[in-house]
């Protein structure tokens, strides 16, 4: 098992930054997909970015391109989701994903960590 917490969360307005972390522990890390997605009151979770095991692929939802970035450090077991240029639209819960299988994908995680709360006022 891959233990995964969520951190970085808060409340903020419209145009701030935000930078969340997601520590892992447990198995190997260095190798996992690591992912962000977010739910929002009454919505379905959404994919939001993911990174390969070696930073070297990149993926984001449209929405968040040129604002977000993800980022990982696998020294210190930890991926980041760095967000610029909130809106009230990005509102959720954050949560934080690992997948086994080394390829970047929307779908198909393996664990989940418990969700940081994002809140962006207008």
């Known amino acids: 098992q891959v233990q995964l917490v969520e951190s970085g969360g808060g409340l903020v307005q419209a145009g701030d930054s935000l930078r969340l972390s997601c520590a892992a522990s447990?198995?190997?890390?260095?190798?996992?997909?690591m992912g962000w997605f977010r739910q929002a009151p009454g919505k379905e979770r959404e994919f939001v970015a993911a990174i390969s095991w070696n930073g070297g692929t990149r993926d984001y939802t449209d929405s968040v391109k040129g604002r977000f970035t993800i980022s990982r450090d696998n020294a210190k077991n930890t991926v980041y989701l760095q967000m610029s240029s909130l809106k009230p639209e990005d509102t959720a819960v954050y949560y934080c994903?690992?997948?086994?299988?080394?390829?970047?994908?929307?779908?198909?995680?393996?664990?989940w960590g418990q969700g940081t709360q994002v809140t962006v006022s207008s």
């Open positions: 447990g198995r190997t890390f260095s190798y996992y997909v």
């Open positions: 994903a690992a997948r086994k299988v080394n390829i970047v994908s929307t779908t198909g995680y393996d664990y």
